[in-house]
């Protein structure tokens, strides 16, 4: 095929969220409208005044890779690799016919807090003691690069950091690299580990994040009046995306058509979003998919719980939308697994796959009070039985950068 003419579908998906490993957990913790936000333990915690988080749950990095492996990996390059596995196996790939070509493209902030104990062993201790590891296992290049010397991968490898949006410009990027032929297999997504007192500290500091300490579970509630913030989460989401002709050569199980994605920057405010730029992303994806907003069924949104966000996504919503932002659903994952960063829009692409195959869109859960300035269907508390052939995914930045994705179901 010429270049730019190679349809990309779906035909593998991994995931590791605060529910736990796998996408069977992922699902069951979305589809049943449970909370996975707790209460974070220890000494480390008690100043702070955030103290809850989305973190995964007993997290064994051995069952992934090999012990000295693990070692010399971050918690978000196991997480990377974790979750790529299991796409792998869910796409059914002979990696020793595929390695030559296969890449990777993964969207992390990496180990942005990781160097101040290293700072600290340097200032007291000397040289000596900082760890002869800690570049090779805290740069953000080291999920990606990782996961695919584990996987022996040959083909491009690329690491993506545009703040909340990294999960899913990593998807719509690794789309245009298959579309132009550079690639016929692709992993993709996003991975991060950043519960960390600094960056808790940071963020409560702008008030970025819920003091719901005492009921975690009730802290993360997108779109609802009394939100106060978000909860900081974790996790890792990867897609495995072929070219089309390449996924049916070898007989694929088809999951979904990534069929196009748009991309905009704020160029208002460091921290504030902007309607107008969020509207700019999602307009760009659909018509990069060849989709007019009244074809979408459901919109998974960014929906962080912070007063400014939602209330900015509603307003960016309807301006795409039109009278159809009235009819479409409109539900956040964050208000169960909290807010991943940089790995939030392919945790929650990897969802949205879910939420097609299953034919069921994942509630806003916490929902208990009207917003007048968010008044859109945002599926309260419920998961909704729904048939979904076109899903709209948005993910956007701090710091202004926006990304959306078009998952279709698949047509030959």
């Known amino acids: 095929m010429r270049p730019g003419s190679h349809r990309v579908v779906i035909t593998g998906i991994g995931a590791v969220t605060p529910f736990g490993v796998g996408v069977e957990a992922f699902w069951e913790g979305l589809r049943s409208g449970r909370s996975a936000v ?6 480390e915690w008690e100043a702070l005044p955030t103290r809850i988080g989305a973190v995964v749950p007993e997290f064994d990095a051995a069952a992934h890779m090999d012990a000295r492996a693990a070692r010399r990996t971050a918690r978000f390059g196991q997480f990377a690799v974790a979750a790529a596995r299991e796409a792998l196996r869910h796409a059914g790939l002979d990696l020793e016919r595929e390695a030559e070509d296969a890449g990777v493209v993964l969207g992390t902030a990496g180990g942005l807090f990781a160097s101040g104990y290293q700072e600290k062993l340097l200032e007291e201790k000397g040289p000596r003691r900082v760890d002869p590891l800690f570049v090779t296992r805290h740069g953000p290049h080291m999920a990606a690069a990782r996961v695919a010397r584990e996987l022996g991968l040959r083909g491009p490898n690329t690491t993506i950091n545009s703040a909340c949006a990294s999960g899913a410009d990593a998807i719509g990027q690794a789309l245009n690299l298959i579309r132009l032929g550079h690639a016929p297999v692709l992993l993709a997504g996003g991975s991060e580990a950043i519960t ?72 208002t405010d460091d921290t ?31 929906g962080t719980s912070t007063p400014l966000n939602d209330r900015t996504e509603t307003a960016a919503i309807k301006l795409v939308f039109g009278e159809h932002a009235r009819r479409v659903p409109v539900s956040s994952m964050k208000s169960m697994i909290g807010h991943a960063a940089s790995a939030s829009g392919a ?3 990897v969802g949205a796959v879910l939420a097609m195959l299953h034919g069921t869109i994942p509630p806003t859960i916490n929902y208990e009070t009207p917003d007048p300035d968010c008044d859109l269907d945002y599926v309260p508390n419920a998961a909704r039985p729904a048939r979904l052939r076109t899903v709209l995914v948005n993910a956007f930045g701090l710091g202004g950068q926006n990304a959306a994705l078009i998952l279709r179901a698949y047509e030959p």
């Open 347 to 349: 945790v929650e692409a």
């Open 196 to 267: 960390h007192p600094v960056t808790i500290a940071s963020l409560g500091i702008v008030g970025a994040l819920s003091q719901r300490n005492e009921e975690p579970e009730r802290a993360s509630r997108p779109f609802d009046r009394d939100r106060d913030g978000f909860v900081l989460g974790e996790g890792a989401g990867v897609l495995v995306l072929e070219s089309e002709e390449h996924a049916r050569a070898r007989g694929a199980r088809i999951l979904a058509e990534l069929a196009g994605a748009g991309w905009s920057f704020d160029a």
């Open 38 to 43: 707790r209460r974070l333990e220890g000494p």
């Open 272 to 302: 504030a979003p902007d309607a107008e730029g969020q509207a700019l992303a999602m307009a760009r994806a659909l018509r990069d998919a060849g989709c007019r907003p009244e074809d979408v069924d459901w919109v998974k949104a960014h």
